[in-house]
């Protein structure tokens, strides 16, 4: 009998393909290279001369006709106008699909300007892209901060999902006596282990299995932003100790982001000791923490990690709420920018005032925040001489048609057809 020729039909590996844009970004994915040789590693900045510094690692180079491997100097709009040029280069590098992880220090430089566009290119060749963003210390000055939080909001249109990682809130974490330099391989330790994590998600021995079709089925195509830990433990109870140290993780974007999430990965690891009541234990831990959201549990053996446990969480916030924030972090994003009529907004010259930084935490969360004209205050009381370019209105319900008598889309007690600024009883100046 001649054997079945579809089941002897090799059974392609699943494509996961790393890409280091920028200085940063290219040095993270050098580091990553060498730690699954399933995985393909790439290198991409305007800088020539810093790419050969990554023996061993593939490269390519960005704007080579422009910048003529010089580099972009630190000028992000200069990145993404070689970007947009090159963008026949740069779809070479992102053929085929699967799984794609960008690494990017968001610093206003090379990697701010090329990630998006790159991003983008895979998205449209059906790729899931996820970016792993670092953002600059508070040191490195107020404009590279304002360039990153830019770029974070640009990258929220391009890829599937964003995980920002604060060096800022790394460096809270860190012992005092810490030395610049221990606390800069700490960040990229950091980083590369939530690399690690989604690559082990991927590369190792199933037991319950989660990998990118699951990815795609809850990320691709909701462009959101969400936050990442990965943590280690070993020891009789180590499943209770990583437990803690994600809920006390300084990285989940805000303290009530488990409460608050639409979608949790929990992806384990550890050796031929993993127990099933670990992860049973751990995936009750984070269902009874966010009682809402999606969770999705993938567990997976290595040899090497024989008495050891280890984490990644990786949580997005719920398609209908803001993207949580802390507010140290936090973007100077105004109300008008996070209101679906701020385009409109812009255009007509309506300016509304910046939120209070205690309060960007609370977007979404059913917190009120007072719109002012321009000139006005956070507290809606207008600066001398401003005027007011609104009129209040009042808005009463119309009849709905055929629709009238349906109960309208109903999330924690809140009618969602209704615009948000009169649900929250914001009044338009």
Same mark, same amino acid.
């Given at each position: 009998m001649n054997p079945d020729p579809v089941s002897?039909?090799?059974?392609?590996?699943?494509? =996961?393909?790393?890409?280091? *844009?920028?200085?940063?970004?290219?040095?993270?994915?050098?580091?990553?290279?060498?730690?699954?040789?399933?995985?393909?590693a790439l290198a991409v900045d305007t800088d020539a001369w810093a790419l050969r510094r990554l023996e061993g690692t593939p490269t390519a180079t960005v704007g080579d006709s422009v910048l003529r491997g010089l580099g972009c100097g630190g000028d992000a709009l200069q990145a993404t106008m070689v970007a947009e040029h090159d963008q026949a280069r740069l779809k070479s590098l992102v053929s085929g699909?699967?799984?794609?992880?960008?690494?990017v220090g968001m610093g206003g430089g090379a990697g701010s300007g090329i990630v998006p566009v790159l991003?983008?290119?895979?998205?449209?060749?059906?790729w899931v892209v996820a970016v792993i963003a670092t953002v600059p210390f508070e040191f490195e000055g107020p404009l590279r901060r304002a360039n990153a939080h830019q770029g974070l909001k640009t990258l929220r249109s391009a890829a599937d999902l964003v995980i920002p990682i604060s060096l800022q809130g790394l460096m809270r974490s860190a012992a005092e006596s810490a030395t610049a330099e221990e606390l800069l391989r700490w960040a990229n330790d950091y980083v590369l282990?939530?690399?690690?994590?989604?690559?082990?998600m991927i590369s190792g021995v199933p037991l319950i299995p989660l990998g990118i079709a699951d990815l795609a089925r809850v990320f691709k195509g909701r462009q959101t932003e969400g936050g990442a830990?990965?943590?280690?433990?070993?020891?009789? %109870?180590?499943?209770?100790?990583?437990?803690?140290?994600?809920?006390?993780?300084?990285?989940?974007?805000s303290p009530n982001a488990l409460a608050?999430?639409?979608?949790?990965?929990?992806?384990?690891?550890?050796?031929?000791?993993?127990?099933?009541?670990?992860?049973?234990?751990?995936?009750?831990?984070?269902?009874?923490?966010a009682p809402h959201a999606q969770?999705?549990?993938?567990?997976?053996?290595?040899? =090497?990690?024989?008495?050891? %446990?280890?984490?990644?969480? *990786?949580?997005?916030p719920d398609a209908g709420m803001a993207t949580p924030a802390s507010a140290?972090?936090?973007?100077?994003?105004?109300?008008?920018?996070?209101?679906?009529?701020?385009?409109?907004?812009?255009?007509?010259?309506?300016?509304?005032?910046?939120?209070?930084?205690?309060s960007i935490g609370d977007a979404g969360r059913g917190g009120g925040g007072m719109l002012s004209g321009r000139g006005g205050t956070a507290g809606g009381k207008p600066r001398s001489g401003a005027r007011n370019f609104q009129q209040q209105f009042d808005f009463a319900p119309r009849w709905r048609g055929r629709f009238e008598g349906v109960e309208g889309t109903l999330r924690g007690g809140e009618n969602l057809d209704e615009p948000t600024f009169a649900r929250r009883g914001v009044k338009l100046n």
């Open positions: 002897t039909m090799p059974v392609p590996a699943p494509v =996961v393909r790393i890409i280091g *844009v920028g200085g940063a970004g290219g040095r993270l994915a050098h580091a990553l290279s060498p730690v699954d040789p399933a995985v393909s699909t699967g799984l794609l992880v960008l690494l991003a983008r290119l895979a998205r449209d060749s059906g282990g939530v690399a690690r994590e989604l690559l082990r830990a990965a943590v280690e433990a070993s020891g009789e %109870l180590r499943s209770k100790e990583v437990w803690e140290l994600l809920r006390a993780h300084p990285l989940l974007r608050e999430a639409g979608v949790i990965v929990l992806q384990v690891a550890g050796g031929p000791d993993l127990k099933i009541e670990e992860l049973e234990w751990l995936e009750k831990q984070v269902q009874d923490a969770v999705l549990l993938g567990a997976v053996t290595q040899p =090497v990690l024989a008495g050891r %446990l280890t984490a990644l969480l *990786v949580v997005a140290s972090d936090a973007a100077p994003h105004t109300e008008a920018e996070r209101s679906p009529m701020g385009k409109t907004a812009r255009k007509e010259a309506l300016m509304f005032e910046d939120l209070a930084p205690a």
